[in-house]
């Protein structure tokens, strides 16, 4: 089992666990972490942005280009670890990662529960 630490708004920190093959928005959702997600996960939106940690940022795969063009629309600062929580696949080769939540991005529901 691998983990990620997921930086909230607050500026408190959660441990997820993950196993790998699912996306980053779907393991967020799996741990009561809901990521608003207008287009629910299909790259038609960008309420899902995320800031991922050097140098995870530069292991995941570049963004194809449906998630460039969208990455263009946000309403939030831009930087080279901005990227769709829908588009990010998890493998072993992100244990350790921190995810932060853009400025604008919006928790759903109680994530304390």
């Not at 921190?98 to 991005?105: D, E, I, L, M, Q």
């Amino acid at each position: 089992m691998y983990k990620i630490n997921v930086r909230l708004h607050s500026g408190e920190m959660r441990e997820v666990p993950f196993e790998g093959g699912e996306n980053l928005l779907d393991l967020l959702d799996d741990h009561n972490l809901r990521l608003r997600s207008d287009c629910g996960g299909l790259c038609a939106c960008v309420t899902c942005h995320v800031y991922l940690s050097y140098p995870y940022s530069e292991i995941v795969d570049c963004p194809d280009e449906d998630e460039k063009i969208m990455l263009t629309q946000v309403h939030t600062p831009i930087h080279k670890e901005s990227r769709l929580a829908c588009e990010i696949v998890m493998d072993k080769s992100l244990d350790g990662m921190t995810v932060k939540f853009a400025p604008g991005s919006e928790m759903l529901g109680d994530e304390d529960e």
